[in-house]
């Protein structure tokens, strides 16, 4: 505490230097903590450069209370661990327990921890800036493009162009406020004051007055996932009401009633948490246990319960969710069963879901990775939803819209032909080959106590959890942006070549009709800026793809 004070101290000289009036004074520490007073008003700050200096002070104040204040108290890692368990730790899990004697700050510099942090929130800033900036530049095309395409104006009247515009330049505006607002002010301030560390020393006192042991990191970890969490829903929920009930009403896509968006908001919570919290202990155990060579056990680990959860997503878990029905006998059952047979997709159940209870957008897709799989359609991709057309539950506006039965077999070529050319097990292969190195990363770095302190940890606490979220989101965040550029010009590769595989199967015409009439559908805008498009779009856009079409269909004549 001493040293603290005496960083305090040196803050407010130096900030003193700067402040004309002289009047920023650090009372002495008293008892266990640090009363700081701040004598000015606000007529003392009469220039940027002083409120700027205000400013810093309040904030390092902010952290400091954090730290030392909420901080929890210095746990050795093997005392985390049952007596049978401890001899198991590793010597490169020891914390190293002192604070330096004299303060480290040198004036004029910065600590190591401050830099990583600085850096983090500067390339963090940096990426969100370049997000917006390729927004605003697709923001300026939904403003000044108001004629159909060309080659669209057979198929698109000016009243649907005009709406698509509308609905995009809506989403794209509402895009920018939110990224300001979550990723730019809530986000970064949050990093800088210390957020994350005071969640942790909440969940040190709520597992504590619960009776769960406070010295666990397993079960410490677990309270401070599920605390992390519902802070994260909270924030995040006024956006989702909005985008729901505001954005998506007006546009006349949304579906749902706020009785059906509540149960599915708790649905989705409890069930991401009886996910979430067993892995996040299983994580955090096997760290401990693991050796040096942990992140082998922890790459397997994270493997096999991916490739489960994958496996029983569609049957136990997305039922909870939304309502599925077999897809009811006739023509289109049977050309979707010779259409698996002729490419040898072990096609063994046809479900419709009622996304139309949820939202009026379309999609389709298969499920299982080994022996039978599932052909999923959404019943906003057939006409009348698959229902006759005298069925009471349709609307005026249901009737008549979705894709004939050619052009719903014409998309389900384009996924077969995923299937077929192997994409899915590539993705697999890469997610496997991007998680290991990411364990591999987290092993070399998840001792290096700077980490910690740039997120507001006092020296010498390093929970395996904080650490991991630090090196995963933060640390990592160039190497993330870069492959995930990579993943979409990867991605648009692929949508290209399942296309060319369903034009091989003589659908070209049809998969046209049916992305054009998904477009229309869709209110999707069909002119792009070209920097945001390869930025943010993982599938081609719809004139990029109907000109490949047209090509390629020019190649095989």
Sequence with gaps: MAGQTQELQHQVDFLRSAHPSGMLTL?????????????????????????????????????????DTHSVPLINPRERLPMSQQQHIPDT????????????????????????????ILFLLFETLVEIYLTLRQ?????????????LRNVMDQET???????????????????????????????????????????????DRIGLNSTSE???????????????VMKEMPFRIYGTFVLEERHGFNKQTAGFFVKDQIKGFIVSMVLMIPIVAALIYIVQIGGPYFF?????????????????????????FDKFRPLEEGELKSSIHELASSVKFPLGQLFVVEGSKRSAHSNAYFTGLFGVKRIVLFDTLLVNKGLAEDDPSLTESDKKKGCKNDEVLAVLAHELGHWKLGHVSKNIVIMQVQMF????????????????????????????????IVIVMYVLAPYNTVISFIMTIISRRFEYQADAFAQELGYSKNLGQALIKLQLDNLGFPVYDWMYSAWNHSHPTLLQRLERLKTDGKKQR
């Design 27 to 67: 009372d002495p520490a008293q008892q266990d903590g640090i009363e700081t007073k701040l004598n000015f008003s606000v007529e003392d700050c009469k220039s940027p450069e002083q409120l700027i200096v205000c400013l810093h002070l309040f904030i390092f104040l902010v952290r400091s209370y954090i730290v």
């Design 93 to 120: 899990l020891e914390p190293k327990y002192h604070r330096p004697e004299k303060p480290i700050i040198i004036m004029g510099e910065l600590q190591t921890h401050e830099l990583t942090l600085y850096s983090i």
């Design 139 to 151: 923001v300026r095309v939904y403003r000044e493009t108001r004629t159909v395409p060309k080659d």
């Design 161 to 207: 162009f005009e709406k698509s515009r509308v609905y995009g330049l809506d989403k794209a505006n509402f895009g920018i406020f939110r990224t300001i607002v979550c990723d730019v002010v809530i986000a970064l301030l949050e990093l800088y004051c210390g957020f994350i560390a005071l969640v942790w020393a909440r969940s040190v006192q709520i597992a």
């Design 218 to 232: 397993i079960q410490v970890g677990c309270v401070f996932v599920l605390l992390l969490q519902t802070i994260g």
């Design 296 to 320: 082998v056990y922890l790459w397997a680990f994270v493997g096999v319960v991916s490739l489960l959860l994958i496996t029983i997503y569609p049957v136990y878990i997305a039922p909870l």
């Design 437 to 468: 190195l990411i364990f591999l990363v987290f092993s070399q770095l998840f001792t290096y106590a700077p980490l910690y302190q740039a997120v507001g940890l006092p020296a010498g606490e390093k929970p395996i959890l904080i650490g991991f």
